[in-house]
C-alpha cells in the first residue's frame, strides 16, 4: 500500500540558510514522486517529480530533490532559503492517474 | 499561466442555500478531475474523482448528494454543495492531470463560508 510521511509539520529557517523538508515513501510499485507548494489561499503548484530518470531531480525556484530507494526517501532542498520560500510544501506519492496519496504536508517559515 | 481556472475563487452562502464550484481545464482536454477538500493547515483530502461522461466515484464517507459532480465536457467539471451548513464551510481544489499518469494541476480553491 502507498503512503507517505512527512516528517516534519513545521521547519523554521533564517534566510540565505539551507532548506530540508523531509519525505518518506512506501509504495508496490515504482511511483512517481512529486513536491508541491502551496502558499496562502491558493492552489498547489509543482515544484518537481521524480518519475524514474535522474535520482537527483531539480525544480523551480531553486528546489531540488534527491530520490533514494534505499531509504524510501525523496526529500527536497535548497541551498538558500529567501523570504518569499515561505508556504506550505506537500510531498506527492502517484501510482497511475488515480492513486495519488498527499503527505500531511510541512510549513517552511523563513526568519529575516 | 494557469491551466486549471476555479471559479469562484471565494464564495460566502447562507445555510441551506447550494453553490455551485466550477473547475475547468483551459489548454487541454481533462477526462478525469479530482475535487479535494482542505481544513486549515491540514493536507488535501480527497473528496471525489470527476469522470467526464459518467458518474464520479467518491470517497468513503462523502456525500454523494451532499456534494453533486458534474463532468459534462472534457474542459469542465462543477462541484455543488446542496443545503450547505456552516460545517461545510472549507477550502475546496480541484485538479486535473494533463495526460494519464502526469502531474497534477491545481485550481487556484474556492474558500466557501457558510454562514
Known amino acids: 500500500a502507498q503512503s507517505v510521511t512527512q516528517l516534519d509539520s513545521h521547519v523554521s529557517v533564517s534566510e540565505g540558510t539551507p532548506v530540508l523538508l523531509r519525505c518518506n515513501y512506501s509504495s508496490s510499485y515504482s511511483p512517481s514522486l512529486f513536491w508541491y507548494v502551496q502558499h496562502p489561499n491558493k492552489g498547489l503548484q509543482l515544484l518537481l517529480k521524480y518519475t524514474s530518470a535522474a535520482t537527483l531531480v531539480k525544480g523551480i525556484n531553486g528546489f531540488e530533490a534527491e530520490f533514494k530507494k534505499s531509504e524510501t526517501s525523496f526529500h527536497l532542498t535548497k541551498p538558500s532559503a529567501h523570504m518569499s520560500d515561505a508556504a506550505e510544501y506537500f510531498c506527492?506519492?502517484?501510482?497511475?492517474?488515480?492513486?495519488?496519496?498527499f503527505g500531511s504536508g510541512t510549513r517552511l517559515s523563513i526568519r529575516p | 499561466g494557469a491551466v486549471v481556472s476555479q471559479h469562484p475563487s471565494w464564495v460566502i452562502c447562507k445555510s441551506g442555500t447550494s453553490v455551485k464550484i466550477e473547475c475547468r481545464s483551459l489548454?487541454?482536454?481533462?477526462?478525469?478531475m479530482f475535487w479535494y477538500r482542505q481544513f486549515p493547515k491540514q493536507s488535501l483530502m480527497l473528496m471525489a474523482t470527476?469522470?467526464?461522461?459518467?458518474?464520479?466515484?467518491?470517497e468513503q464517507g462523502v456525500e454523494k448528494d451532499k456534494f453533486l459532480i458534474n463532468h459534462a465536457s472534457l474542459t469542465l467539471s462543477t462541484l455543488t454543495v446542496t443545503s450547505a451548513h456552516p460545517e461545510d464551510s472549507s477550502f475546496y481544489i480541484c485538479s486535473a492531470p494533463r495526460e494519464y499518469n502526469s502531474p497534477l494541476h491545481f485550481g487556484n480553491g474556492t474558500r466557501l463560508t457558510v454562514t
Open positions: 470527476s469522470n467526464e461522461g459518467s458518474k464520479a466515484t467518491y
Open positions: 489548454d487541454f482536454q481533462a477526462t478525469t
Open positions: 506527492v506519492v502517484q501510482e497511475g492517474a488515480s492513486k495519488i496519496i
